[in-house]
């Protein structure tokens, strides 16, 4: 089901692949590689804030979650069974794996680092980040915890400054 293994899904283990056409010495990109570039991105994304939101929220819930899914769900190869309430607390705390600060500077690395300087996989970026947070709700059964939100916050407001670094604009349209 969930792993929380900090290695999966960590910028380092990811590599993003431009897929591009070659013709004669000059390279380009048609318009179906980029689109096909940018999807990947969005699904990439999509899938990582989902992930770290969505264990943002089973940490939050920790003695609310039935012992067998927490028996199914690991962190650094350790059943969270096998943590305590207080441990649980700990990834969640401000300098916790699971915290605010690290979530979203996890999720915002990601978006920027993958992104570059190109304008428009950030807005895409910015989309997929908006997605997966909806997707996680969808999992959950709805609102998550506040930490999610927090972190969702954190995280939009560093796309939104790196977006304006680049000469871009952000109208945000979810509200």
Known sequence: MVSFDPGIGSISKLQ???????????????????????????????GMTRTDIGNQSALSNFNALPQDLKQELTYNGRPISDFSADEATDL??????FGVKKTSQRIADFVINLAGDDLEKMRVGRDAVLQGFKQAEKLWGGNLPDISYETLD???????????????????LTA
Do not use: P
């Open 92 to 97: 969640l705390s401000e300098d916790g794996y």
């Open 16 to 46: 993003y692949t431009s897929f591009k056409s070659t013709t004669g010495s000059t390279q380009k990109k048609g318009s179906a590689t980029v689109r096909t570039d940018l999807m990947n991105f969005s699904v990439q994304t999509l």
């Open 154 to 172: 954190t995280t939009l407001s560093a796309l939104d400054d790196r977006i304006k670094d680049m000469g871009g604009s952000v109208v945000d």
